[in-house]
């Protein structure tokens, strides 16, 4: 299976339908250490339960940091996540 762009938002997109009704209930659910941020660890385990393969998923992971995070502080805030959740066509 290829993994292109769109596979991997087809796969997040079913994963928020199915396990969260609003994007802050997914974020705060990734947010492992509960700072009001994401970490590349917690898109990693955001991509491995959106059955993102384990080969790609750190990649991944560290291109929807630096496209997620606006300001560039390593961190994705609720504001970033949910400006780029509206972007990238993801819905809730």
């Known amino acids: 299976m290829a993994w292109t ?3 991997i938002l087809i796969n997040i997109e079913k994963l928020m339908r199915s396990k969260f009704s609003e994007p802050r209930e997914a974020f705060d ?6 700072d009001g941020n994401l ?4 898109f990693k385990k955001l991509l491995k ?3 993102v393969s384990s080969l790609i998923r750190g990649l991944v992971a560290e ?3 630096q496209s997620f995070d606006a300001n560039k502080d390593g961190f994705v805030s609720w504001i970033e996540f949910q400006e780029a959740i509206k972007e990238s066509g993801i819905k809730k």
């Open 39 to 42: 970490t590349k660890s917690d």
């Open 63 to 65: 291109f929807m940091m």
């Open 5 to 7: 762009k769109e596979k």
């Open 29 to 34: 659910y990734f947010d492992e250490d509960k």
């Open 49 to 51: 339960e959106a059955k």
